[in-house]
């Protein structure tokens, strides 16, 4: 440790009695006789919330008195007969001054915690569109040349299962300060989350990074909330049934099984090569067995739960923005989606104590699911998290449904989605004016014998187009047609039938997997609209 820095940063605090606290605290390392404990979480680079009460948690010694000092403050507590304890550090402002922590055991034994910021912190969470890492990205050329950022630290959380809640994060689990170099290793969209909301806020931007690939979105609830759905109490309750039979003696079957397979794909492989044919593919999911859950780990219930999200309960944050949702597409499982989603939002305010968390999600991209471009399935998944916008309160959605790769389920544009994600932050969760978050949504519609009028909420802005009308249907006789769609005025759409026998019963938009191509309808600001199904009322 470098004493003769840390003087040289101490000299500017507030408090001079912390000061020479935390100096004598430097002075007597060497002697110090007993270890303050804390998660992983509370170390070196670490970025407080500014703004509202921070708790400060770890253990110690049984029944021994505890100090934490930091920016001028000095909070003291005992420990329980178990040795746990908690303070909270009083509302701070934004600091761009790396600064110390002190925690004293008994006004002698401390932990020294350095380079701490105070700032704006989010969760990232959710599954591998969350998870792909900014080198897989399109602008990882780009940010390499630029990303020397030290107000933007990154709490990264290596990916394992837990059968029980975690007091602490994996090992490994550390943050860092982003570089050009660094952020490659970031989450492409909670990299351009962070260096967008730094910029417009001016303040450090921490982000503890918790996803992990093909994830259900059960994956990521507590237990105890199980029971708030008839659905995920049994689903939950048949995979903890499927646990309890799961020992060493059945990991070792599952895995000699997987090697056997793993064996003969080899060998086709090796014939395929001396014959001249094209290698096959093995499935993605056919993985190694784990021996913590007898499913794979990301249909496994909980277990990430327990293992990324329960060791942070109560570090203060800002909000969170997810990034799920192809898992629960699934067509027994998108009956279930709206409910679940709630539940698990419900369930992260519950835990911090924060009923009006912001949650801020990503729409699905543009994508042909399975290879069938025209099929619904990710359209109805869309139109799914667009009514969750009525259910769930404080939060947000990003419409991505302009971008994606047909046959690709990992779009590599991930700093359109972060900067959309940003949008709706600097306008919702900070009460930034002008800002446009939002791309046109249908409010309602109007039929007539030959067409149908459309209006739309537009956020203060106006509807314009790109390219030639498209994207349009209108349903007659109990099918689906093309239809001839014509902006009318700032607010109004009209759709012409082409077909002149029998009567408009619907109108839609957008309503396939790989619908990219299509989209046509915009604000001014270039931000899509919302893709939507309406019904006429037929009686």
Known sequence: MNVSIIIFQLKESESMRVIVKIFSILLSLVSVYAEVKMPKIFSDGMVLQRDIPVKIWGEAEPNSGIEVCFNGQALTTKTSASGKWSVFLEPMGASKKPEIMAVLENGKNAKIIKDVLVGEVWIASGQSNMELPLSM?????????????????????????????????????????????????????????????????????????????????????????????????????????????????????????????????????????????????????????????????????????????????????????????????????????????????????????????????????????????????????????????????????????????????????????????????????????????????????????????LLFYTFGGKLTTKGEPRGFELKINGKWEKGIPEVKGARKVVVRRISNDGKIEGVRYLWKNWASPDVWLYNDDSLPALSFINERALH
């Open 137 to 453: 990205c399109d602008s990882s050329a780009a940010v390499r040349e630029r990303a020397d950022y030290p107000m933007i630290r990154y709490f990264y959380q290596p990916q394992v299962i837990s059968r029980t809640p975690q007091k602490d994060s994996p090992k490994g689990s550390h943050w860092f300060a982003c570089t050009g170099r660094s952020a490659q290793h970031m989450s492409g969209v909670a990299f351009h989350f962070a260096e967008a909301l730094m910029k417009d806020l001016d303040v450090p931007v921490g982000i503890l990074y918790s996803a992990s690939g093909a994830t259900e979105m059960a994956a990521w609830l507590p237990l105890e909330y199980a029971s708030k759905s008839s659905y995920l109490e049994k689903y939950i309750s048949d995979f903890l049934k499927e646990v309890a039979g799961y020992d060493a003696k059945a990991y070792q079957k599952a895995l000699a099984e997987y090697n056997q397979r793993t064996a003969e794909f080899e060998k086709k492989c090796e014939a395929a090569k001396r014959e001249n044919r094209k290698a096959p593919i093995r499935q993605w999911d056919d993985l190694p067995p784990n021996e913590v859950s007898p499913r794979l780990h990301f249909k496994s219930p909980t277990f990430h739960y327990n293992t990324t999200i329960s060791p942070i309960v109560g570090y203060g944050i800002r909000g969170v923005i997810w990034y799920q949702g192809e898992a629960d597409s699934r067509d027994n499982k998108r009956g279930e989606f709206a409910r679940t989603f709630k539940i698990l939002v419900d369930s992260w305010r519950g835990l911090w104590n924060m009923p009006e968390m912001p949650f801020l999600y990503v729409q699905l991209a543009s994508f042909a699911f399975e290879g069938d471009a025209d099929g619904d399935k990710w359209a109805q998944t869309r139109w799914i998290q667009s009514q969750c916008l009525k259910e769930i309160s404080h939060s947000g959605m990003a419409n991505i449904i302009d971008t994606g790769l047909k046959d690709n389920i990992h779009p590599t544009d991930k700093e359109t989605v972060g900067l959309r994600l940003e949008k709706i932050a600097l306008k919702d969760v900070y009460g930034k004016k002008g800002i446009s978050a939002y791309g046109p949504a249908f409010n309602k519609a109007k039929y007539f014998d030959d067409k149908v009028e």
